[in-house]
């Protein structure tokens, strides 16, 4: 089973980009999932997560207004569209899964709370 992110890349500040994050596992359409990013020498940080059904979504502040995450089961994958981009952007963005709430609508933020990761696509965004 596996979480397969893609999308990332060297974009201009300003840019755009949309991550995806495919599963071979249908089962996992049954959970909230979310986007973290880590930059080199900082801790892994939450970015924005979506509910089983997409019905409820949740930002970090940095992000806000810039990217929206949305999901589509039939497709078994989620996506982080990325607009605006800043320099302070730049990090390796994972996803991951939350089983701990099969169908529910709460999403979490924590990096603790998400048991099953990803691996990690490079996004870069030059000044």
């Known amino acids: 089973v596996q979480l397969q992110a893609s999308g990332g890349g060297l974009v201009q500040a300003g840019g755009s980009l949309r991550l995806s994050c495919a599963t071979s596992e249908r089962t996992f359409n049954s959970y909230s999932k979310a986007w973290f990013r880590q930059a080199p020498g900082k801790e892994r940080e939450f970015v924005a997560g979506?509910?089983?059904?997409?019905?409820?979504?949740y930002y970090s502040d940095p992000v806000l207004s810039r990217f929206t995450i949305s999901r589509d089961n039939e497709k078994d994958t989620v996506y982080l569209q990325m607009n605006s981009l800043r320099p302070e952007d730049t990090a390796v963005y994972y996803c991951?899964?939350?089983?701990?709430?099969?169908?529910?609508?709460?999403?979490?933020?924590?990096?603790?709370?998400?048991?099953?990761w990803g691996q990690g696509t490079q996004v870069t965004v030059s000044s």
């Open positions: 979506i509910s089983w059904n997409g019905g409820n979504t």
């Open positions: 991951a899964v939350d089983f701990r709430g099969y169908h529910s609508d709460v999403v979490r933020s924590r990096p603790g709370e998400y048991e099953y």
